[in-house]
């Protein structure tokens, strides 16, 4: 596998319908909760995800179900999704 083109990926079962407008989707949605960890996520070229920290780290990501393993290991801590201060901003 070629990490920086992505090719020969397997398709994550989150990422089978929708097409491009539904990644664009899924990569906003997912940037309202990480933003609240210091983190953002880039979609590059369709294929792969690419995470970024405020300390200008990153990560190539395969698909959504390694998304919050490679989020935590960036921030350095659980991401806790029921954590008061996100649920609330997620709510405004």
Known sequence: MCALCG???DQH???QDGGRRA???????ANR?????GLRLDDWGG???VLHDRKGRSAVVDNLGVLWVEAE???GRALDPLDPGLVYALGS
């Open 23 to 29: 990644r664009v989707f899924r990569v906003k949605l």
């Open 7 to 9: 090719m020969l990926l």
């Open 47 to 49: 294929r792969i995800y």
């Open 33 to 37: 909760v990480l933003d609240h960890f």
């Open 73 to 75: 290991r960036l921030a």
């Open 13 to 15: 079962w989150a990422e």
